[in-house]
């Protein structure tokens, strides 16, 4: 079974935006064993799509057509897609009711146009798109299939994983057995990890591990094949005891749609505890990562941010003479900022967040330079120091600073729950 992805966009094509899709769809298909030999990418101009199209159709089995769905004139893929068919456009009337719905309750006005998104060609199937407004489409012709898949990232990934995926499995019986587990990471650089990872597993053989960079975590898969599921777990298992003897400091946990912030908002739900934060160089960020796990509203209240030096003297309590004598790029400032706002909000935990995100120096600290404070009940204040690299960028400073203040949390919580299992053990 030979698969081909065309990714079309003109900004793709001149560099514009990166091609995340390309990416995740390869490494999903490579996990059902439909692996993506081929990958083109085209702009958005008709005749040379569907050139690419036909082309793609005389060497693969399964052709994915992704991007250009929207209702403007340069969304030319699905109306290219019936023409090489040789099909005409046909309208999903309950998806272009539903569309209309939309617009009347955001009170926006809709276009004409917009009916170009709940069509696709006739005698294909609809895809569904639980998170945007166009279908996407699966057409099956003479032993071959086409997928057209949205654009949007966010749309993208929804629709291959809820409207494709199960798709792809019921209708591609393959033989291989293919068994795979996700393990999450954070803190160590990946080619040192995926080393480790190596020297750790050389004795297990029949096992592919393999890593994922994002922006927030390292993912490695551990894929093993044509083994029934126990075995193929046993061997799993195997090589995951193997890989955290060594690297579990890093780990945060087995999923692939696991975050630390998911890890670390259960945690504080099985304690029945309340977190807070206060931050100046992530602005914010930090509680607005909570916020995007659902649930977190029992175990946030709210926040502070506190930018400026006043604002930390005015809204924590924070005694002038601290910042005035480390600064407020120090492990002082960010016990003070953790401890205060675990005081005013009185929470189990609060921590603060206070550095130079750059590009610009800031008290003789370079960008990148970081203080994390952590106040939890039960145990004395922690401060930790990042030395995050510059050239990154301001923007990733502040989400890797993030990332390493959820790490912390979940570190000191896990700490924890070990202490009182031991506790336990011994005073019953």
Not at 200 to 211: V, Y
Not at 231 to 258: M, N, R, S, T, W
Not at 334 to 345: D, N, P
């Amino acid at each position: 079974m030979d698969a081909e992805i065309i990714s079309v966009g003109t900004e793709i094509v001149l560099g514009q935006i990166v091609n995340t899709n390309a990416a995740y769809l390869a490494n999903r298909l490579t996990q059902l064993d439909l692996p993506a030999t081929y990958q083109t990418t085209v702009d958005d101009q008709s005749q040379r799509l569907e050139r690419v199209i036909n082309h793609a159709l005389t060497r693969a089995q399964l052709v994915f057509v992704c991007g250009g769905l929207g209702p403007t004139a340069d969304d030319i893929t699905m109306p290219t897609v019936a023409k090489t068919l040789g099909k005409e456009l046909q309208t999903d009337e309950e998806h272009w009711k539903w569309i209309q719905k939309t617009f009347e309750q955001r009170q926006i006005k809709m276009e004409p146009e917009n009916i170009r998104q709940a069509q696709y060609p006739r005698g294909g199937e609809p895809l569904a798109n639980p998170v945007g407004l166009a279908l996407g489409c699966w057409y099956g012709t003479k032993g071959k299939v086409v997928v057209v898949l949205p654009g949007p990232p966010a749309e993208f990934k929804a629709m291959v994983e809820k409207s494709l995926v199960p798709k792809l499995q019921q209708y591609f019986q393959t033989r291989k057995q293919i068994t795979s587990r996700a393990l999450n990471f954070l803190g160590r650089p990946e080619s040192q990890l995926m080393d480790e990872i190596e020297d750790a597993t050389n004795d297990i053989p029949g096992i592919s591990i393999t890593s994922y960079v994002q922006p927030t975590a390292i993912q490695v898969r551990l894929t093993v094949r044509n083994l029934p599921v126990i075995e193929a777990e046993e061997k799993i298992d195997q090589a995951q005891k193997a890989i955290l003897a060594v690297e579990e400091p890093f780990f945060f946990g087995v999923g692939d749609d696991l975050t630390l912030a998911k890890v670390v908002v259960e945690q504080l739900k099985n304690r029945g505890w309340k977190l807070t934060a206060a931050e100046s160089l992530t602005g914010g960020m930090f509680q607005s990562t909570i916020c995007s796990v659902p649930g977190a509203s029992t175990v946030f209240n709210g926040g502070f941010v506190t930018y400026a030096a006043s604002a930390k003297e005015k809204l924590l309590g924070i005694p002038h003479d601290t910042i005035d004598q480390y600064g407020v790029v120090s492990s002082e400032t960010a016990a003070a900022m953790a401890e205060g706002c675990q005081r005013k909000l009185n929470v189990e935990v609060g921590i603060g967040f206070t550095g130079v995100a750059g590009p610009d120096m800031l008290e003789g600290q370079p960008a990148g330079t970081v203080w994390i404070g952590l106040a939890m009940k039960g145990r004395p204040t922690k401060t930790v120091q990042l030395h995050l690299a510059s050239y990154v960028g301001r923007q990733a400073i502040r989400t890797l600073s993030v990332q390493y203040g959820l790490q912390l949390i979940y570190r000191e919580l896990k700490k924890q729950t070990n202490f009182c299992s031991l506790f336990s053990c011994f005073f019953g």
